[in-house]
């Protein structure tokens, strides 16, 4: 079903400890089709895993354009040569959850330092 992302994000990002260093930028109006309770989910794992890792004093961004959500934090990023990342529960759950709504994960390091996810739906 559609779903108007902005205030599905303000729902993830309210639900999130420290969530006053998390930015968003949605367009208005902006609608996905997904299931509403599996990407809440999978926006809560990404984001508290982003605050987790990110040093004091940045901040993690969230935005949106088209049918991407892309999450970026400051942290250490993946270590080179690693082909496996995110053994976390959160992140084995986001994938699985991703994959039955048809959509993928996909990560990058950040040439200036941190890691960016990007959803596609």
Same mark, same amino acid.
């Given at each position: 079903?559609?779903?108007?992302? @902005?205030?599905?994000? @303000?729902? @993830?990002? !309210? ?5 006053e ?7 208005? !109006?902006? %609608?996905?089709?997904?299931?509403r ?13 982003a ?5 004091? !004093? ?10 991407? $959500?892309?999450?970026?934090?400051? !942290?250490? +990023?993946?270590?080179?040569?690693? %082909? @496996?990342?995110?053994? +976390?529960?959160?992140?084995? $759950? %986001? ?21 960016? $996810?990007?959803?596609?739906?």
């Open positions: 079903r559609e779903e108007e992302l @902005a205030p599905l994000v @303000a729902e @993830a990002v !309210g639900s999130i400890h420290h969530n260093i998390i930015a968003t930028d949605i367009p208005e !109006g902006l %609608t996905v089709r997904t299931d309770n599996m990407l809440l989910t999978c926006l809560r794992n990404l984001l508290e895993n605050v987790k890792v990110s040093p004091k !004093g940045e901040k993690v961004k969230l935005s949106a354009c088209g049918r991407q $959500i892309v999450i970026s934090d400051r !942290g250490p +990023g993946i270590q080179e040569n690693c %082909t @496996a990342w995110g053994h +976390g529960l959160g992140l084995v $759950i %986001t994938r699985d959850l991703l994959k039955k709504m048809g959509a993928s994960m996909t990560p990058r390091n950040r040439p200036e330092g941190g890691l960016e $996810i990007t959803l596609n739906l």
